[in-house]
């Protein structure tokens, strides 16, 4: 009861600093999962048209989500620097996996009958990327961002330790003060809420963009 | 095969020279943004978020917190390799010893004047002068017990010090050069017995009369929250860690205003100041940057001086 009592009073006095935190650590999420994306969706739409390359990438990216995180920030922090930027190419490096993996199943699993009537009807092999296999591995995909964006936010908490922010700055001044439990709770709750948020709304959108549901809404 | 090689070489690219932009919404990157280094403690992160304030109250510049670096090393390594630009407090102590390899002098101006003087020709950074306080070792005993057997000073320890249990940090008792052994050459009295435990435990192990005297920091919170009395340190045996903030010279050639911002932190800050800030941050459990910004206000931003 008293921990709650201090959970109301730290939100009261510091709510300002809490939101700014909460709208860095968003962001620092947001923009690798982003960039993931950009690089990503190609990569697995590439290696779905030439299998030959798929053991390759798929390894390498595997070999990537290996890397502890602390040690990953480690290293590129050697390279980058401290701050933002860096805490960002390593949750780019690690939204990688599930990104290039979810669409390279995603454009695996298209029925093959649906390919080659569109190559029958005189598609090109763009056209058929654009309205067949794209359309009916979105809902895939997404998973995959969705997946991203959760590990995403996770990892954006130990970003703190090389100067970047976050909601993880909270988590760490609770643990070096005398009697922190109250604010390490401060910080992690909003953390925790924001990845069960960012699941909600994307799976939201998976849904969304199903095949069963698209047909439904043209 | 070479053909992915490629896209994916190209991919890499884009990421790394995209991230080497500022992200909108996210500071840092850009030279226009003057970043703060601080360490763990409450302290440094106030007097961050202080200094941070000041200047985006006196500038059109925006200023960003690189907080919880390791220790004063990695913050000299950040301050060196320009991913930060000031340094939110050192202290003249740990940098003798730390940056600088050098022995301690137990002079505090002396200190002052070589750290100030060696920054300046090895790091090209300016290292202005003390805040007004300084986060040292200090002997700590109760209050009703100061009063009652008239403890002022160290010294007045040596007629009571074989009856007491002497509570210390543990990474001090064999520091050399000032750890017991030579304490208790300087001073001429030896404790009835010496705990070495966690820095943390010292001030509740004092205040639930476990021990009688300890060996705590001098700005710590809890100071105020047990109401413990502080003892002089009458022969100097302690080293100065005087607080400063240091800037790096580029910057000052950049921007000259933020000389003139951080001169006027200088002298601002006693020991009480601290203690009562800290004792805001570490058992009123409010964030650093909530309580700079209350003092600047209170303090109208130093704008009258």
Wanted: charged share 20%; aromatic share 10%; hydrophobic share 45%.
């Amino acid at each position: 009861m008293d921990l709650l009592k201090e959970l109301v009073t730290y939100y009261n006095d510091n709510g300002a600093y809490v939101w700014t935190e909460f709208y860095r650590h968003f962001l620092m999420s947001a923009y690798g999962v982003l960039f993931a994306a950009i690089v990503g969706i190609p990569i697995g739409i590439l290696i779905a048209r030439y299998s030959k390359l798929s053991p390759w990438v798929i390894s390498f990216v595997n070999v990537i989500q290996t890397i502890p995180a602390l040690a990953l920030l480690a290293v590129l922090m050697l390279v980058m620097g401290l701050g933002t930027n860096t805490v960002i190419l390593a949750l780019f490096l690690y939204s990688l996996l599930p990104i290039v993996k979810n669409t390279y199943t995603g454009i695996l699993g298209v029925d093959k009958t649906l390919k080659e009537a569109g190559n029958a009807m005189g598609m090109t092999r763009f056209q058929i990327l654009r309205m067949v296999e794209l359309p009916l591995s979105l809902s895939v995909i997404m998973a995959g961002l969705r997946t991203a964006l959760v590990i995403a936010i996770g990892i954006a908490t130990i970003g703190t330790f090389i100067g970047a922010g976050g909601l993880g700055s909270i988590i760490v001044r609770g643990t070096n003060a005398a009697e922190g439990g109250a604010i390490i709770l401060a910080g992690a709750i909003p953390t925790a809420l924001m990845a069960v948020l960012a699941d909600f709304v994307m799976g939201w959108f998976e849904r969304l963009l199903s095949p069963a549901n698209s047909r439904k809404l043209s | 095969m070479k053909k992915l090689t490629k896209l994916i070489m190209i991919g890499m690219l884009t990421a790394l020279l995209l991230s080497g932009c500022s992200l909108p919404g996210l500071g840092g990157g850009s030279g226009e943004t003057i970043k703060i280094g601080t360490v763990t403690t409450s302290e440094t992160q106030t007097l961050g978020y202080i200094q941070k304030y000041m200047i985006e109250h006196y500038t059109d510049l925006n200023a960003e917190i690189v907080g919880n670096l390791g220790s004063s090393i990695v913050m000299h390594q950040a301050m060196v390799n320009g991913d930060v630009d000031i340094s939110a407090a050192r202290y003249t102590g740990t940098d003798l010893s730390g940056a600088l390899h050098m022995d301690l002098v137990n002079d505090p101006e002396e200190a002052m004047e070589i750290v100030q003087r060696e920054f300046q020709d090895q790091f090209d950074q300016k290292w202005y002068d003390t805040y007004g306080f300084d986060n040292t070792y200090v002997l700590s005993v109760r209050q009703d017990v100061a009063e009652k057997e008239g403890l002022e000073k160290v010294s007045d320890l040596s007629s009571v010090a074989d009856k007491y249990l002497f509570g210390v940090d543990n990474s001090w008792i064999n520091r050399e050069g000032i750890g017991y052994d030579e304490f208790v050459k300087e001073y001429g009295f030896e404790f009835n017995k010496v705990y070495p435990m966690q820095i943390g435990l010292v001030y509740s192990a004092l205040n639930n009369k476990k021990m009688d005297a300890v060996l705590a920091y001098s700005t710590d919170a809890r100071l105020k929250q047990f109401n413990l009395a502080t003892l002089e340190d009458d022969k100097h045996f302690f080293p100065p860690y005087d607080a400063s903030p240091v800037a790096s010279n580029d910057l000052l050639e950049e921007h000259p205003e933020i000389d003139g911002i951080l001169q006027k932190l200088v002298g601002k800050f006693d020991n009480d100041t601290i203690i009562e800030l800290n004792y805001q941050a570490d058992i009123e459990k409010k964030e650093p940057s909530t309580i700079a910004k209350e003092y600047l206000e209170a303090h109208n931003y130093f704008e009258d001086e």
